[in-house]
């Protein structure tokens, strides 16, 4: 996608990311705060989340937040707590960015194990869905705000728990999207496929594969910046960041 977002677009507002520490997830906290935003970075390794906020300082952004968070092991509880501290510490939350996602493993069904599959389901699918219901209150009392997932075409063969996990995904965007929008102040939700990245999960997914042939993350960065921008009409779609996915 080519899109060319205004200077500071996104300043003085709140954006929390999951999935900071690494990939896409990082690729776009430092893209939104560059456009002015203060991101809150969500992730479970702390080194790596030091390193995208380091990143970002180091580049004469604002400042971000740290916000450490096993989603595999998350309770509800945790997601609370995570909704009071953003209201007690900013007040508002313009938007959030679902990126976080684990691969399992690619096998067929038969062979699939249990507890890969609840792991995958738990990061990929059940994570979202709890963080996006103890937010929601949050992101009703700000105007504007936007609820971004990120999904995957791979509902075919072998992909078991990880294709499964994000057609579940674009579903749920669905749903919420057309929920929100019968509100009066809605909240816009739509959905980005990236398409194929060179991240960490493409490698361990595509093993044989160069990775030098394909785009970095940062490359795709012009897509979740429209979305998460006011140009952004579209309501409970999914948009695609290249013109051709793999």
């Keep these: ?36 935003a203060t991101v809150v970075l969500l992730g479970r390794t702390i080194k790596k989340l030091e390193k995208t906020y380091d990143d970002i300082i180091n580049a004469g952004h604002p400042e ?5 968070l096993n989603l595999e092991g998350a309770t509800p509880k945790d997601y ?56 929601l209150p949050l992101l009703r009392e700000t105007p504007g705000s936007k609820i971004i997932f990120t999904t995957d075409d791979k509902s075919h063969a072998y992909w078991g728990a990880y294709g499964i996990s994000k057609d579940a ?15 009066e102040h809605s909240v816009q939700v739509n959905a980005i496929n990236p398409g194929a990245v060179r991240t960490q999960m493409r490698v361990r997914a595509f093993p044989g594969e160069d990775p030098n042939t394909l785009p970095v993350a940062e490359d795709v960065m012009p897509a979740y910046l429209y979305v998460m921008s006011d140009d952004c009409k579209e309501i409970a779609q999914t948009i695609l960041a290249q013109e051709t996915d793999a």
């Design 1 to 36: 996608m080519q899109y060319t977002a205004q200077q500071d677009f996104l300043k003085n507002k709140v954006i929390l990311i999951t999935g900071a520490g690494d990939g896409l997830g990082q690729a776009a906290a430092k893209a939104y705060a560059a456009y002015g």
């Design 64 to 68: 971000p937040a740290i916000y450490p």
């Design 80 to 135: 609370e707590d995570l909704a009071d501290t953003l209201k007690e510490q900013f007040g508002n939350l313009h938007g959030l960015l679902h990126s976080a996602a684990i691969l399992g493993v690619t096998t067929p069904i038969q062979q699939h194990d249990i507890e890969v599959w609840y792991q995958v389901m738990q990061v990929n699918l059940n994570a979202p869905f709890v963080m996006t219901r103890a937010l």
């Design 169 to 183: 995904l674009t579903s749920f965007m669905k749903i919420l999207g057309d929920e929100l929008n019968t509100e």
